[in-house]
């Protein structure tokens, strides 16, 4: 760290001078422009970049070195959370159907991402979205109605034996990821562009957090796939009402949970957060109650009931985390 006094001219002008180093390094010149920009913690930032536009950032793959189908659809993934806006896909002779199909399901499990240059060799992708236009907070109230959706209808296909909403269930959770991905890219972008999150009116603190708390209600959904695939598992199988009765009971708790974290979440309440963590181990005592009764009936449907108490017992301790994560970030702004 480099120390330097502070100057005062003209009786009312505060001065310090800029590192020399940094300003050859970026090209600084005399009456070059330059931006300030005050930090929730105090500190100043400096930077080069007036316009407060989006940061472009570009990423080239060459398919030659990423032939695989599935190899190449997670480096797109990869790039599109890093925050990467324009991706340059090309290879030195015709481009395979494969890797047309892999760009084609890219585009549509993200959001922003379109193609907008394509030939035999080349396929180019540019991010359409303006990140400051999609709110954190708006994003995760859409996970959190998907997420919650979800559960309830997976129970629902419990109770009705409906594979068909079993099957509808898991073909839900795509959608719960890509606004997790958009989340993780926000934060990403974010981090890297610290004028964005004042234009977005949050914190860094608050995106970081907010990010955990988007990866815990998508680990949610995934343990409601779980769940409506141990239900078509059993779906042709009697079940006795008092099981029913009994999973129907930690589901419903569960849920209940789930709905006071993210709650407390937008309300901003350390109480109510510190509630629903005090509530979890009356969940969990439900669900060890369903797993002692699982083991009494046939071992395949045993297993299947046991994975779901699991699932159930697991959705209650997420909401648990998420009012963990509340009072955290709470803690840290009453500062």
Known sequence: MEIRKVQVTGGSSF?????????ESQHIRKNDPLGLIAQPDGTLLVTRDI????????????????????????MLIGSYIAGYTLIT????????ASVRMVVRDFT??????????ETDTTIILKDLLNPAEMPFENTIKRMFVIVK????DAMTALGTRNHGLADDVIARDNDVDRLHWLI????????????????????????????????IIERIGDHAVRLAENIRKIAGSEMESEMLTAVSAASTLALS????????????????SHKTIEKVAKLEKLCDEITVRAMQKDPFEAVSFRNMAESIRRTGEYA????????????????
Not at 51 to 72: A, C, M, N, Y
Not at 186 to 215: C, D, E, F, H, P
Not at 257 to 272: N, T, Y
């Open 15 to 23: 001065v310090i001078t800029l590192p020399k180093e940094w300003a």
């Open 257 to 272: 949970l789930f709905d006071a974290s993210i709650v407390s979440f937008f309300k901003g309440d350390m109480r109510g």
């Open 149 to 152: 959706n979800m559960h309830l």
């Open 89 to 96: 896909i090309s290879a030195k002779t015709r481009l395979p």
């Open 184 to 215: 993780a890219r926000q934060t990403n972008i974010v981090l890297k562009n610290a004028g964005l999150a004042r234009r977005m009116g949050i914190s860094t603190s608050r995106v970081v957090n907010t990010y955990i708390i988007s990866r």
């Open 51 to 74: 316009t407060e536009g989006q940061f472009q950032r570009e990423k080239r793959f060459d398919v030659s070195i990423h032939p695989e189908p599935t190899f190449l659809f997670r």
């Open 108 to 117: 549509q499990m993200t959001i922003g991402p379109e193609v907008v240059e």
């Open 320 to 335: 648990g985390d998420i009012s963990e994560s509340v009072i955290n970030c709470l803690v840290e702004e009453e500062e």
